[in-house]
């Protein structure tokens, strides 16, 4: 299997962007055991972040729309730099990659696809903007979790947002309040062919 750190963060939009970081920097300090030499260190990604989340906060003229951009470019620099660090040491480690707070490109693999999963609901998470998505566990078949949504039922799932999880259990964070949310699971086998779930939606707070 071949696995692929995703990069490419200059799509993002600011709030999905500072969402995207936060992540990375939670889980590569949660398993700072597969992680222990990032390079920027976590401290230096913190850093950017808070800053980046601070101008984004202010509404202010040209020069401060000006002044969040180029703080924009440089944590997406730094995420992308981080980027790199994760490839190297996961080695093509789908589980380890994942752990990492990073989205992943994944390779074929011939054996492997599992079944849609079951039991999969969703509830409100603790704080605005958060939901909790979780469906049964796989157990030692599964590589990973991988959820993916939209506030628009009718277009295309493959164009849908993705989130990746080591877990059965995901909390989605940054999501708009007060808008409907639509989302779909699958387990990741050895073959990272996803077979999805119904779609489930809940209002977000």
């Given at each position: 299997?071949?696995?692929?750190i995703?990069?490419?963060f200059s799509g993002l ?6 969402a995207e970081a936060w ?6 300090t949660?398993?700072s ?5 990032p390079?920027?260190?976590?401290a230096?990604?913190?850093t950017a972040?808070?800053?980046?989340d601070a ?7 040209p020069?401060?729309?000006a002044?969040?951009?180029?703080l924009?470019k ?6 992308n730099t981080?980027?790199?660090y994760?490839?190297?040491?996961c ?9 990492s ?7 074929r ?7 849609a ?18 469906m049964?566990s796989y157990?030692r078949?599964?590589?990973a979790y991988?959820y993916?949504y939209?506030?628009?039922?009718a ?6 947002t ?7 259990r995901?909390v989605?964070t940054g ?7 639509y ?5 990741v086998?050895?073959?990272?062919t996803?077979?999805?779930?119904t779609t ?6």
């Amino acid at each position: 299997m071949v696995v692929k750190i995703k990069t490419g963060f200059s799509g993002l939009s600011d709030n999905d962007l500072s969402a995207e970081a936060w992540t990375i920097i939670d889980q590569m300090t949660t398993n700072s055991a597969d992680y222990p030499t990032p390079a920027p260190t976590l401290a230096v990604l913190t850093t950017a972040s808070s800053d980046f989340d601070a101008a984004k906060a202010f509404r202010g003229g040209p020069a401060q729309t000006a002044a969040k951009n180029l703080l924009r470019k440089d944590l997406i620099a730094l995420m992308n730099t981080e980027a790199l660090y994760v490839q190297r040491v996961c080695g093509n480690d789908l589980a380890k990659a994942l752990r990492s707070g990073f989205n992943v490109w994944s390779g074929r693999n011939p054996v492997g696809v599992l079944p849609a999963p079951s039991n999969f609901e969703l509830k409100l998470g603790k704080n605005t903007g958060w939901i909790e998505a979780r469906m049964k566990s796989y157990g030692r078949k599964a590589k990973a979790y991988v959820y993916r949504y939209s506030y628009d039922q009718a277009t295309d799932p493959s164009t849908w947002t993705v989130v990746y999880s080591t877990s059965a259990r995901k909390v989605i964070t940054g999501l708009a309040s007060l808008k409907t949310v639509y989302v779909q699971g699958a387990g990741v086998g050895a073959n990272p062919t996803q077979v999805w779930s119904t779609t489930r939606s809940i209002g977000v707070m």
